[in-house]
């Protein structure tokens, strides 16, 4: 007899465990197939099983039913005892197709030198996906660490990496990058024969679709090493039974099952069919459309027999009506209701799949304390006056922000914070103005954020979230209701719409002060994942979430489920929020958590929709995810208008996460090309300096944030036993990397005054103690917040630190020669006359030794800006010919004028200018100019300038510097020149 029943799980509320294994050796598991995550997940969140359901099947096409049975059979005796039903009648099934899970193929033993490449190329040749030790794709060696692979493959877009040793501990993704991102493969028709090479000398995978001119494929392919199981003969889990008529649109709703000989009889739930055109509703208006005559609720539900609108008096008490509600266009339900709704709550109530089911509205922009129920609401009652304010943002450009990163109740709860009592921790407690430190004059709260001069504040998740935890502390990633601000931080957590004013009091504050505000979203899945508490699992059971074809909810993001973004109605529910939070609440942008679990499509989608209306919103997220696959990683990003965080400038600065490895910030030594990736904002620089980046606009550049260890913790744990000013000079070296570099800036919030959680890396759920701002340590840390203040007014005041094209980084950006430098030190010049800066010419030290060093300027007089003590727009004082770095620490130098004046110089002199190398024709405009401002880059990287005059010195301390790689003059001939 056949076991259809099988155990549910829960996932636990362990969400930083998982948040905090991403950033580590997760991140390596980046093509896992779903249904091993799901495994892994369970084992290390510890869950136990919480009821026992059975197993569904699924109408994925009107004509298509995917089985899964836990016994594996052949297609053919399955076919003979598979009988589908549609509202008790039999439909013949014209086929039954083998999709997955066979039984398995035998596979060689992993080693260390077995190289596969796994993905979901594995699957288009016949076995399971993103198996490290799948024999089917497994390469053979060549030479010396280079291996090939060559096979026929069917038409479509496919995935892979690079796994060496039969498991995810070594992987290599786009571009040979650890860990990186899985690699597209998009093979144009059936039968196309593709290449792909791996070397691992010479770094770097490739394949003769990618890489058509470097990979060139035979005509013919060998065959494959493990053939692919004979669907006549060999056993299955899962089947595709293909039905001799497809499902009518009107017949959705009707009760569906299948049985397989005498076993139970089991629901078919429509899943993937949903996504067809005839079930794609297009317009904005679901939910609840107030006006004060009437009000309009529409809800999808194409599954339902039948939906009732409940309207309830109060949060608590009986429902006051119940109303049937009218089945639509498109899988639509809707009524109209007359008369002033304003504050009336109100739930939905389906059939469906011969179930009652009660849900709050999806897109419920208010809602109850427990989030059981929605609220209509009149929004332009909730308006603060002098709403709406101007959107504060001037930049043109997303690298003209600078991002700071706090918790609405971390920010202001202490009581040193100054905010009145009945307003820390909360929305309000963000508008205060004129709070300062007691006993000084130090300002904290807003004053204080806006006093550093940062441009926009990153709020981790406002948005409803679980309500189990909404009472105690919490970061907040576990969203319930996405369009309802979280009551907790609300005066009033039981006044709904008193909620969303607050929040609206909090956003204008914040934009009036210069600061937009950007919010934490966590799209990505959501809590709880199903059941009744769950308004989208009741809504249309399954459709909402990603499932394996058992029906196990899989466990991507870490914490339950994975909302599936490729299908229309969540894409359309994903955009619609957005453009809820932006026309409604004025907000300047969005960090999306996990964003490496949702498809490219998915956020080109987004972004396109949002930039149409704001193109100056600031958009990123974290390229990877909770265990599962990573569809949007580092690279995805490019050409999207979605940057993402750059975890590897993180390392090169900061070192391991939480561990005691130091970076370069802390002294560790051999990350320096690391550093001049980032300092070039990630772009393909030259022929050595290359990254993930199309341009810097695409880069979060960080060394912490709320996860793991401050940055205060971590240099402290990476340095023990040094003096507290060593310490505070790392924290610096590490800022003014971040702040220096060419991308989008973001600093952890509390970074200014050394900012600690007593060494809590995970502090979800740690409440205030370990996370609250010690203001305390505002007078302790004065020092540091100027200079952190000094570095933000350098930057925001010159916009050759904030080029957003990477052709404008190549010709302004120049490193200074290595051989030229102290030990364990980056230094680059800006010809900040190309793009209209005051600072004509800038030089940039980044210097990692633990000791004092001295080092060679570039000929001329020099203002300092920023040393390792202070750091002002503006100067210090000045210098030349030498100067001495102090440890661990960065230096800004600059100079008005020395860059525009040589090619204003060689238009009045082309004729007298002659090359200084015999043999050479005198050099033209284009030739100089390229000199001028690439710094020697061509010409054989002979010399940066050639001129002529007598006296030489005194042109060139006129001209600026003529210097070439190795520090000399280059005089030409004598000529006659006019001033």
């Not at 430190?437 to 940062?454: C, E, F, Q, R, S």
Request: aromatic content about 10%.
């Amino acid at each position: 007899m056949e076991v259809t029943q099988v155990s549910r799980y829960t996932s636990g509320v362990k969400r930083r465990l998982f948040r905090m294994i991403s950033l580590g050796f997760l991140a390596t598991w980046a093509g896992a197939a779903s249904a091993q995550v799901v495994t892994i997940a369970r084992l290390i969140l510890n869950q136990q099983p919480v009821e026992t359901v059975e197993v569904p099947a699924f109408l994925d096409a009107r004509d298509a039913v995917t089985v899964w049975i836990p016994v594996a059979r052949k297609a053919d005796d399955v076919k003979r005892d598979l009988v589908f039903r549609l509202d008790g009648q039999v439909i013949p099934i014209r086929e039954l197709v083998p999709v997955g899970e066979a039984t398995p193929i035998g596979q060689t033993a992993p080693s260390a030198d077995k190289v596969v490449l796994p993905g979901s190329i594995q699957r288009a040749l016949g076995q399971n996906e993103w198996d490290p030790n799948g024999d089917i794709t497994r390469m053979d060696r060549v030479s010396d660490g280079v291996y090939e692979f060559v096979a026929a493959f069917p038409k479509g877009i496919f995935e892979y990496k690079v796994a060496r040793g039969g498991s995810w501990a070594e992987n290599y993704g786009t571009g040979f990058v650890a860990g990186g991102g899985n690699i597209r493969l998009e093979v144009p028709k059936d039968g196309t024969i593709v290449k792909f090479v791996v070397s691992f000398k010479e770094k770097f995978v490739k394949d003769s679709l990618n890489n058509p001119g470097e990979v060139v494929a035979p005509t013919t392919a060998p065959p494959l090493k493990v053939q692919p199981p004979d669907p006549k003969t060999s056993q299955f889990n899962v089947f595709r039974a293909v039905l001799a008529q497809p499902i009518a649109p009107g017949q959705i709703a009707l009760p569906m099952s299948v049985t397989i000989a005498n076993g139970p009889e089991r629901k078919v739930f429509a899943r993937e069919v949903l996504s067809d055109p005839v079930w794609n509703y297009t317009k904005n208006d679901l939910g609840a459309t107030y006006r004060k005559s009437g009000t309009t609720f529409k809800v999808w539900s194409p599954v339902s027999t039948k939906t009732e609108i409940l309207l309830f008096e109060d949060a608590k008490s009986g429902p006051v009506a119940e109303i049937s509600m009218t089945k639509g266009a498109n899988g639509v339900w809707f009524v109209n209701l007359k008369g002033d709704l304003h504050g009336m709550y109100y739930q939905y109530r389906f059939q469906s799949y011969g179930k009652t089911r009660t849900a709050t509205d999806i897109y419920g922009v208010a809602g109850s304390a427990d989030s059981m129920r929605s609220m209509v609401v009149d929004l332009a009652r909730t308006n603060p006056k002098n709403w709406p304010g101007k959107n504060p943002f001037k930049g043109k450009r997303p690298t003209d922000a600078v991002i700071y990163e706090i918790h609405v109740r971390d920010f202001t709860v202490d009581p040193a914070s100054g905010v009145r009592p009945d307003w820390r921790g909360k929305y309000l407690g963000l508008t205060q103005t004129g709070t300062k430190l007691a006993g000084t004059n130090i300002p904290t709260g807003l004053d204080h954020m806006k006093a550093l001069g940062v441009t926009h504040v990153h709020l981790l998740p406002f948005h409803d979230f679980n309500p189990d935890h909404s009472e105690q502390y919490n970061w907040g990633y576990e969203t319930t209701q996405f369009n309802v601000p979280e009551e907790q931080y609300a005066t009033n957590r039981h006044d709904p719409i008193g909620t969303i004013r607050e929040t609206k009091q909090m956003v204008a504050a914040l934009q009036l002060a210069g600061i937009g505000v950007i919010q934490d979203v966590v799209y990505n899945h959501s809590v709880p994942s199903q059941g009744e508490r769950s308004a989208f699992w009741q809504t249309v059971p399954y459709y909402y979430f990603r499932t394996n074809d058992r029906g196990d909810v899989l466990n991507e993001s870490g914490v339950g489920n994975a909302l599936h973004d490729e299908r229309p109605m969540v894409r359309k529910f994903i955009r619609d929020s957005l453009l809820f939070w932006m026309r409604e609440y004025r907000l300047d942008g969005f960090r999306f958590d996990l964003i490496g679990m949702f498809t490219r499509d998915s956020i080109v989608d987004w972004t396109k929709a949002m930039r149409k209306e704001r193109p100056e919103i600031v958009l990123y997220g974290e390229p990877w995810t909770g265990g599962g696959p990573i569809r949007f990683g580092k690279e995805a990003q490019r050409g999207t208008g979605m940057a993402v965080f750059n975890d590897r400038i993180r390392s090169a600065f900061r070192g391991d996460t939480d561990g005691a490895g130091p970076g370069f910030a802390m002294g560790a030594t051999g990350v320096t090309d690391a550093v001049k990736r980032a300092v070039v904002g990630s772009i393909s620089f030259d022929s050595t300096i290359r990254d993930f980046t199309d341009h810097p606009t695409e880069t979060i550049n960080y060394v912490s944030a709320h996860d793991n260890l401050t940055l205060w913790d971590k240099v402290n744990l990476a340095m023990p036993g040094d003096a507290r000013i060593l310490n505070e000079s790392a924290v610096r070296l590490a800022t003014a990397g971040v702040l220096f570099s060419q991308g989008i800036p973001f600093l952890e919030g509390g970074v200014q005054i050394g900012r600690t959680k007593g060494g809590n890396h995970n502090s979800y759920n740690a409440g205030d103690e370990a996370n609250q701002y010690d203001w305390a340590r505002a007078a302790k840390f004065q020092p540091l917040s100027a200079y952190t203040k000094g570095l933000i007014a350098v930057r925001q005041g010159h916009p050759a630190f904030r080029l957003a094209k990477a052709e404008d980084v190549r010709k302004v950006l120049s490193f200074l020669p290595d051989a030229s430098l102290p030990a364990n030190t980056v230094a680059y010049r800006l010809n900040g006359s190309l793009v209209g800066d005051s600072w004509k010419e800038i030089v940039v030290v980044l210097h990692g030794g633990r000791k004092s060093a001295e080092m060679s300027l570039p000929a001329g007089t020099w203002n300092v800006a920023v040393d390792g003590e202070s750091a002002i727009n503006g100067s210090l004082r000045k210098v030349s010919g030498k100067v001495k770095l102090s440890p661990l620490s960065a230096m800004v130098l600059w100079r008005q004028g020395s860059l525009a004046a040589p090619l204003e110089f060689f238009e009045k002199n082309r004729e007298a200018v002659r090359s200084p190398f015999p043999g050479r024709p005198p050099f033209d405009i284009g030739q100089i100019n390229l000199l001028s401002s690439g710094y020697g880059k061509s010409l054989s990287h002979a010399c940066d300038i050639a001129i002529v005059e007598e006296p030489a010195e005194a042109i060139l301390d006129r001209v600026g510097w003529a210097q070439n790689v190795q520090g000399e003059v280059a005089i030409g001939e004598r000529g006659p020149l006019v001033d």
